[in-house]
């Protein structure tokens, strides 16, 4: 296997269209969030069963996972199941729980080498057992670990989120905890499943869908959004870099005026 342990093998060849030198290493977005959209349709595309496309896309995902730790970045989150997803046919739900539990297991040792923490967003009390215990051995195995911060959301839906967050807030009211003139933005932001992880930078929606899809919507209020037509199982570390490099492009103005009229 090619050595791929340090940022400069790792990368090393780019595809013709990424210039290496371009990218500003002292300004990764700290949080890089990706929708991993695409699946089914790129099994479909090459006359396979959905299920395959799922196998297909954890393969990126552990790839976009090393690419990250490799450019620093600190936060990667990854939309891997919705609140909305149980709507789909059981069996290929089934599948899903099973691969989350089965490559979850798998990867936790280079989760470990690459001393990456994982947190989960959504209600994972509610997915099969199998999955559930495989992931809270995930959250104590890697309870400690100092690098990056990978947030898997699974059975996560914003909406959802931002209701329990309600739940949360009115309890510690009710319980005289909390005065009701406090509550405010960072009791709120500190209410969601992120609390604690910076917002993200960066979203990246495969397969061309200009939606959300009930995602992050409290966090992304300044996020900068990527969208690519290619299909998540497509999505590699050189994609990253194509995304990386836009938002390095982009002037990030939050409702103010831009770093060159500001001088
Ligand atoms: C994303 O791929 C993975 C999940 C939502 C679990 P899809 O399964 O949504 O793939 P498409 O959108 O049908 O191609
Ligand atoms: C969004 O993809 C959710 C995940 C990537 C897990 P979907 O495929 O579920 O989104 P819609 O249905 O196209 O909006
Ligand atoms: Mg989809």
Redesign the pocket.
Known sequence: MDDDSTFETFFANPPEDIDLDALDRTRIPRHISC???GN?RWATARGLNRGEGHRAGIVSLREIITACVRLDVEVLSA????T??WKRPEAEVNLLMHLFAQTFIQELPLLKRENVRVVFLGDISALPLETREVFERGLSETRDHTGMVLAL?VNYGARAEIARAAKLIAARVAAGELAVEDIDEDVVANSLYTAGLPDPELVVRTSG?M?L?N?LLWQVAYAEFYITPTY?PDFNRWELLRAILAFQGRDRRFGGLSQKEDA
């Open positions: 929708i991993m959209d089914g939309y891997a199941f919705s909305e997803n959301a869908e939606r899809s995602y998540w």
